[in-house]
């Protein structure tokens, strides 16, 4: 079978590089194909040039291998085209964060809600844009998938701005199948030790999970019939309490998830599934107002400590490349990835579900059909289609529609480079509550960050 071409921009990834480099050359639907690595750091191509050319040697894989700092050259015919990069990720992360936290605003996160949030994809967007330009001239046919954060924004983006490719959003966090094994131990449907779960178990297990990215919940679950949603609740519980009394984790992003995710079970009758962001996206616990916040008042991103990861990580993958580790390890502990499973289901027409970022469609009744959501979707090379999944509840609904409304201002923030959107996004956000602090963010933001933006911001 004859393989597609896939164009992955941003080739040195912190997350996505090896993973596609894996997939792509160990998939019996994939191998036959082009992987195309582009970066624009020469040294980060050349690592991740070495390192796909000791795995198609050591699995004497069909693969054809290109690469370039210039994406023109190599992404002409592309059948997808995976937008995996960053601008000074960790860096620029934490300028948001401590400038923000000068105004009381607290990101455990600071890339995808908050003022941290508006400007990645103040930073983001015209690069993907540009991108989309070249993929109209270049590749007309191939699918774009995004896998940058904010990922809802730069999906919004492509489908108001560049409308005329095709499109959808990914994040790694609802992976399927993983994510339905996950809620069906963490549920009790299956023992919590089941190591592999069987299809005649999977096939009674119904679940629902939708919202924007990095805001979505588990509206219900049943097994067999039975409603799980109970059981789940208290198995949440129980690992709150015990996360309260070992507190092993002190960085922002993993501390007291659960106790957080606990906390907006009980206010919503629904879990989130991303409680590392979720906990960023909502007011209640950046320590406003007079009662103290339970568990506590989220923390500040630690944007060095994300930057020695990062490096950590780049070391590993530099040893695999120059032969210093085995590639024999590559091949054994790695793993496709979210995005090349999906490009893989399109392909071959596996007929697997995904959950995929893209218009609602109705999937979500009460919910506008161009709302961009994350929803399980069945998926061909004609694209996604969201299966149907009910209504949002009240008091979520409120929520996912002032978290859309300030993706969609950010956007056209982005594209149009007028302040006064931008101020209008930032007093959207759910967590900034004072539009003087908004406004003095904002503008400090634009001087801190000015050689990372279009100059018309500063103008």
């Known amino acids: 079978m004859k393989g597609p071409k896939v164009t992955v921009i941003g080739a040195g990834s912190y997350f996505f590089g090896k993973p596609a480099i894996w997939n792509m050359?160990?998939?019996?639907?994939?191998?036959?194909?082009?992987?195309?690595?582009v970066d624009t750091d020469p040294k980060a191509l050349d690592v991740m040039m070495k390192l796909a050319r000791r795995t198609i040697e050591a699995t004497k894989a069909s693969t054809k291998l290109i690469g370039s700092i210039d994406r023109r050259e190599v992404m002409k015919d592309s059948d997808f085209i995976v937008l995996t990069f960053s601008n000074k990720n960790a860096f620029y992360r934490g300028v948001d964060t401590r400038i923000t936290g000068k105004y009381g605003v607290t990101m455990c996160s600071s890339d995808t809600i908050g003022p941290g949030g508006i400007f990645r994809a103040l930073r983001e967007i015209p690069e993907v844009l540009a991108i989309a330009s070249d993929v109209k001239k270049l590749a007309k046919d191939a699918w774009v998938i995004n896998f940058i954060n904010p990922t809802s924004v730069l999906g919004i983006a492509l489908m108001r701005y560049a409308p005329d490719i095709k499109s959808f959003a990914l994040c790694d966090g609802n992976h399927l199948p993983y994510t339905r094994h996950h809620y069906m131990r963490l549920s009790g449907a299956v023992p919590q030790d089941t190591e592999k779960v069987s299809p005649e178990d999977e096939a009674k297990f119904n679940?629902?999970?939708?919202?924007?990215?990095?805001?979505?919940?588990?509206?219900?679950?049943?097994?067999?019939?039975?409603?799980?949603?109970?059981?789940?609740?208290?198995?949440?519980?129980?690992?709150?309490?015990?996360e309260w009394e070992t507190q092993p984790n002190f960085k922002a992003k993993p501390r007291l998830n659960m106790?957080?995710?606990?906390?907006?079970?009980?206010?919503?009758?629904?879990?989130?599934?991303?409680?590392?962001?979720?906990?960023e996206y909502v007011p209640f616990f950046q320590g406003y107002g007079v009662t103290p916040n339970e568990p506590e008042p989220i923390i500040k991103f630690d944007a060095y400590n994300r930057e020695a990861e990062m490096k950590e990580a780049w070391a590993k993958t530099e040893k695999l490349a120059n032969g210093e580790t085995p590639i024999e390890d590559f091949l054994k502990l790695s793993h496709g990835d979210h995005a090349t499973d999906i490009i893989e289901g399109m392909w071959g027409n596996l007929k697997k579900p995904f959950f995929i970022n893209s218009p609602n469609r109705g999937a979500v009744k009460n919910m506008p059909d161009d709302a961009f959501l994350e929803l399980e979707c069945e998926i061909d090379m004609n694209g996604p289609k969201p299966k149907p999944f009910g209504v949002m509840p009240r008091g979520l609904l409120g929520l996912e529609m002032q978290v859309l409304d300030t993706h969609e201002l950010t956007a056209e923030a982005a594209v149009t480079c007028e302040r006064s959107t931008l101020l209008k996004a930032m007093c959207t956000d759910p967590i900034v509550n004072n539009i003087g602090d908004a406004r003095n963010i904002m503008n400090e933001l634009l001087i801190a960050e000015k050689d990372a933006l279009p100059a018309k911001w500063n103008k």
């Open 259 to 279: 106790n957080y995710a606990l906390q907006l079970f009980d206010v919503y009758g629904a879990y989130p599934t991303a409680p590392s962001h979720t906990k």
């Open 207 to 242: 679940i629902k999970i939708a919202g924007v990215n990095h805001f979505t919940w588990v509206t219900s679950c049943s097994f067999d019939g039975k409603d799980m949603m109970p059981s789940l609740h208290e198995n949440i519980r129980k690992l709150a309490q015990k």
């Open 25 to 37: 050359i160990n998939s019996e639907y994939l191998k036959n194909g082009t992987l195309a690595l």
